[in-house]
């Protein structure tokens, strides 16, 4: 058990870190990432969310990862 509370977080966070890297992947490239990104037209993000071209999930980690 740790010893101070400054301990007990570090570990938790560590922790927290841990398991939020498991569930990261790179599924596509930085360039990928960057096509996504620079879409201006609603229209045209939707078209490619329609055609299965891209997911939510990868709309959202590449403004993220922006």
């Given at each position: 058990?740790?010893?101070?509370?400054?301990?007990?977080?570090?570990?938790?966070?560590a922790?927290?870190d841990?398991?939020?890297?498991?569930?990261q992947?790179?599924?596509?490239?930085?360039?990928?990432?960057?096509?996504?990104?620079?879409?201006?037209?609603?229209?045209?993000?939707?078209?490619?969310?329609?055609?299965?071209k891209?997911?939510?999930e990868e709309?959202?980690?590449?403004?993220?990862q922006?």
């Amino acid at each position: 058990m740790p010893d101070t509370w400054n301990e007990a977080v570090s570990a938790k966070r560590a922790n927290r870190d841990a398991l939020i890297k498991t569930h990261q992947t790179s599924r596509r490239t930085a360039e990928h990432n960057t096509c996504i990104t620079d879409i201006s037209d609603v229209d045209a993000l939707q078209e490619l969310l329609e055609a299965r071209k891209v997911s939510a999930e990868e709309i959202i980690l590449a403004y993220i990862q922006k």
